[in-house]
């Protein structure tokens, strides 16, 4: 099924509106609750959320998203649903796949964090690229909170993946190859770039050192997991800083995005090179009706100023100018032992104002034709009462009749193009649900002690998910409702905490056998009889744990 399709599905359907035909749904503070409709409940544990278009039930599990909830609904096959929602929203829909590419897409996410790992660790070894960063002004928190890293010179993360069992056309899918199948990111700092879902998508290295013919910066290609012109870099790590200052700051690049996150401008994001789309901007429009531009002072910053700001006036934002004056970038600003108190923002339009004040000589008619052509566009975007005010203020700022201005601004047509994007579910299985509602258990019932317990006999990836859990911002309103759903509908908190404690351990034994089972015919065979006594080893405390219960 084509994945265009679907994106496009999931942008004209609102999740809340149309679950609402289905369900009878009250707003509980950001979310709505109801009934569920998937199994018979007396006490509402279905939860739809707005703001990431999603559905999750706290009793039978069902989770996902508008697509997901048609299929389940109506009993729907997913082509089928695919195809009926298409209709009804008239889509042409191209069926040439059969698949949804979920496979490709698993496999990319394995590689993808391997090479991030591969890259962090190379940072560690690489004193110069580390130095670098040190001066540009990072802390060694930051440098790890954003899991920036280095790739060397050379093929080492095509051989290290190769050695792991991937091949040469899986790696070159992730987009880690260039043309000639050698690594695409040769002596470069690594930024990840991280989607609102916490996956890795692709990555953008930063030529270090700086080569002469080399592109400075050198983005992943787009593949089917990342699309140039929906990403928006540091967004997982912003959203909840936007929705609290009910503003987006829009920068350039990583640098300025993390050394402002690192001064404590936090409910900001960037787009690569600056330039903003019409998909990025529906994204942002879930968090914040109101954009600041604090794009480079140059000459290409300013026409990405302009560009940006009309898109998103056509998009029906309020926009701002980011005032940092007399530096290149925000960068630059912080790093010369700037604070955000010496920021300061304008509305874009009094910024242009000022700006042809500034840089043009408006006695020449020339600059006249310029200034008129610059603002505008902006004009048409006004209510009548605003336009009226700026009409008469670049009358007297040209010297020219407000009657010519009028006529002229009639001219003006402004278009927007847009590309169609894709975007992919992601589901957790029954052992992260587990683990979701032992973190809330834990926390109502003060079990710390308990937990670290139970955390001893877990891989680190899962210790991992319970830290995410707990401390990512991502997930706070997550847990916050799960705490509000058990505290309303269990009857015996200690004893529900004491079942699923061992739930979770079933689980997780059972996966863990079930996974090195799967390695059984894809090992060597001197680690074989290793594998075997971990086999063991698990299914002894298996039984155990079933006996027990």
Same mark, same amino acid.
């Given at each position: 099924?084509?994945?265009?399709?679907?994106?496009?599905?999931?942008?004209?359907?609102?999740?809340?509106?149309?679950?609402?035909?289905?369900?009878?749904?009250?707003?509980?503070?950001?979310?709505?609750?109801?009934?569920?409709?998937?199994?018979?409940?007396?006490?509402?544990?279905?939860?739809?959320?707005?703001?990431?278009?999603?559905?999750?039930?706290?009793?039978?599990?069902?989770?996902?998203?508008?697509?997901?909830?048609?299929?389940?609904?109506?009993?729907?096959?997913?082509?089928? *649903?695919?195809?009926?929602? *298409?209709?009804?929203?008239?889509?042409? /829909?191209?069926?040439?796949?059969?698949?949804?590419?979920?496979?490709?897409?698993?496999?990319?996410?394995?590689?993808?964090?391997? *090479?991030?790992?591969?890259?962090?660790?190379?940072?560690?070894?690489?004193?110069?690229?580390?130095? +670098?960063?040190?001066?540009?002004?990072?802390?060694?928190?930051?440098?790890?909170?954003?899991?920036?890293?280095?790739?060397?010179?050379?093929?080492?993360?095509?051989?290290?993946?190769?050695?792991?069992?991937?091949?040469?056309?899986?790696?070159?899918?992730?987009?880690?190859?260039?043309?000639?199948?050698?690594?695409?990111?040769?002596?470069?700092?690594?930024?990840?770039?991280?989607?609102?879902?916490?996956?890795?998508?692709?990555?953008?290295?930063?030529?270090?050192?700086?080569?002469?013919?080399?592109?400075?910066?050198?983005?992943?290609?787009?593949?089917?997991?990342?699309?140039?012109?929906?990403?928006?870099?540091?967004?997982?790590?912003?959203?909840?800083?936007?929705?609290?200052?009910?503003?987006?700051?829009?920068?350039?690049?990583?640098?300025?995005?993390?050394?402002?996150?690192?001064?404590?401008?936090?409910?900001?994001? *960037?787009?690569?090179?600056?330039?903003?789309?019409?998909?990025?901007?529906?994204?942002?429009?879930?968090?914040?009706?109101?954009?600041?531009?604090?794009?480079?002072?140059?000459?290409?910053?300013?026409?990405?100023?302009?560009?940006?700001?009309?898109?998103?006036?056509?998009?029906?934002?309020?926009?701002?100018?980011?005032?940092?004056?007399?530096?290149?970038?925000?960068?630059?600003?912080?790093?010369?032992?700037?604070?955000?108190?010496?920021?300061?923002?304008?509305?874009?339009?009094? +910024?242009?104002?000022?700006?042809?004040?500034?840089?043009?000589?408006?006695?020449?008619?020339?600059?006249?034709?310029?200034?008129?052509?610059?603002?505008?566009?902006?004009?048409?975007?006004?209510?009548?009462?605003?336009?009226?005010?700026?009409?008469?203020?670049?009358?007297?700022?040209?010297?020219?009749?407000?009657?010519?201005?009028?006529?002229?601004?009639?001219?003006?047509?402004?278009?927007?193009?847009?590309?169609?994007?894709?975007?992919?579910?992601?589901?957790?299985?029954?052992?992260?649900?587990?683990?979701?509602?032992?973190?809330?258990?834990?926390?109502?019932?003060?079990?710390?002690?308990?937990?670290?317990?139970?955390?001893?006999?877990?891989?680190?990836?899962?210790?991992?998910?319970?830290?995410?859990?707990?401390?990512?911002?991502?997930?706070?309103?997550?847990?916050?409702?799960?705490?509000?759903?058990?505290? /309303?509908?269990?009857?015996?908190?200690?004893?529900?905490?004491?079942?699923?404690?061992?739930?979770?351990?079933?689980? +997780?034994?059972?996966?863990?056998?079930?996974? +090195?089972?799967?390695?059984?015919?894809?090992?060597?065979?001197?680690?074989?009889?290793?594998?075997?006594?971990?086999?063991?080893?698990?299914?002894?405390?298996?039984?155990?744990?079933?006996?027990?219960?």
């Amino acid at each position: 099924m084509e994945s265009r399709i679907l994106q496009e599905i999931k942008e004209k359907l609102d999740i809340v509106e149309f679950i609402g035909g289905y369900v009878e749904l009250k707003r509980v503070g950001s979310y709505y609750r109801g009934l569920c409709p998937f199994h018979q409940e007396r006490n509402p544990s279905f939860f739809v959320s707005p703001e990431r278009q999603m559905f999750k039930c706290f009793g039978c599990g069902a989770a996902g998203d508008v697509i997901t909830f048609y299929m389940r609904i109506e009993n729907l096959e997913f082509k089928e *649903a695919v195809e009926r929602l *298409a209709e009804k929203l008239g889509l042409e /829909l191209d069926i040439s796949q059969k698949e949804t590419d979920f496979q490709e897409i698993k496999k990319i996410l394995e590689i993808n964090r391997i *090479a991030l790992n591969y890259y962090k660790k190379t940072l560690k070894d690489v004193k110069e690229a580390l130095d +670098y960063l040190k001066k540009r002004g990072l802390k060694d928190e930051t440098i790890e909170y954003f899991d920036l890293g280095y790739a060397n010179e050379g093929n080492f993360l095509r051989d290290f993946l190769l050695s792991l069992g991937y091949d040469i056309e899986e790696i070159q899918k992730a987009g880690l190859l260039n043309e000639k199948r050698e690594d695409k990111f040769q002596s470069r700092i690594i930024f990840p770039l991280i989607d609102i879902d916490k996956k890795i998508v692709g990555f953008t290295g930063r030529s270090f050192p700086e080569k002469e013919r080399a592109p400075k910066y050198l983005n992943s290609p787009e593949t089917i997991l990342f699309k140039k012109s929906r990403f928006i870099y540091g967004l997982v790590y912003s959203k909840d800083y936007i929705l609290k200052e009910k503003e987006a700051v829009i920068v350039e690049g990583q640098f300025d995005f993390i050394l402002s996150f690192q001064n404590n401008l936090k409910n900001c994001i *960037a787009v690569s090179g600056s330039s903003l789309t019409k998909e990025q901007l529906q994204i942002l429009k879930k968090y914040t009706n109101r954009l600041v531009l604090g794009f480079d002072n140059d000459d290409a910053g300013f026409k990405a100023s302009l560009r940006a700001g009309l898109l998103a006036l056509e998009s029906k934002f309020e926009i701002y100018k980011l005032i940092f004056d007399p530096y290149k970038d925000l960068a630059e600003f912080f790093e010369n032992q700037n604070t955000i108190e010496n920021l300061k923002k304008v509305p874009f339009i009094d +910024y242009l104002f000022d700006y042809i004040e500034n840089k043009f000589d408006l006695n020449d008619l020339d600059n006249k034709r310029k200034a008129l052509n610059l603002i505008l566009p902006f004009l048409k975007y006004l209510d009548v009462v605003a336009s009226s005010f700026y009409i008469n203020k670049l009358s007297l700022l040209l010297k020219i009749k407000e009657d010519f201005i009028i006529n002229e601004l009639n001219k003006v047509q402004i278009e927007v193009q847009e590309e169609p994007e894709t975007q992919v579910s992601y589901f957790t299985n029954r052992l992260f649900d587990l683990i979701e509602k032992f973190v809330a258990l834990s926390k109502l019932l003060n079990k710390e002690e308990e937990k670290e317990i139970l955390l001893r006999e877990m891989d680190y990836e899962f210790r991992e998910y319970f830290e995410e859990i707990e401390f990512n911002e991502e997930k706070q309103d997550i847990l916050r409702l799960r705490m509000l759903y058990e505290e /309303l509908n269990t009857s015996d908190l200690e004893k529900e905490f004491k079942f699923i404690q061992k739930e979770i351990l079933k689980e +997780y034994y059972k996966n863990k056998i079930n996974y +090195y089972k799967e390695l059984i015919n894809n090992i060597n065979p001197e680690d074989l009889e290793n594998l075997l006594k971990q086999v063991k080893f698990y299914t002894e405390k298996l039984k155990i744990l079933e006996k027990n219960a």
